[in-house]
């Protein structure tokens, strides 16, 4: 997946979220930033979310920055 928004709506989805505010609550980002990640509005997600995100999901911090790698963690 080359996007963050490709990257954002398959964790929203394999996480099996449907609300941008539940996947925010998740890392410390609003609605509105969630928002802008999966409508392409914002392109990179900054590392802090990131690495909140490796902590809370079965997802890489590599993988949600810059989408290489294995999705999920080992």
């Not at 990179?44 to 911090?61: G, H, Q």
Request: proline share 4%; aromatic share 10%; hydrophobic share 35%.
């Amino acid at each position: 997946m080359k996007t963050t928004a490709e990257r954002v709506k398959y964790m929203m989805e394999h996480l099996q979220i449907t609300k941008q505010t539940e996947f925010g609550n998740l890392c410390g980002a609003s609605r509105a930033l969630v928002n802008h990640w999966v409508t392409g509005r914002t392109k990179l997600i900054d590392p802090t979310y990131a690495f909140e995100l490796e902590d809370k999901t079965p997802f890489s911090a590599r993988w949600i920055l810059i989408g290489t790698g294995n999705p999920l963690k080992k």
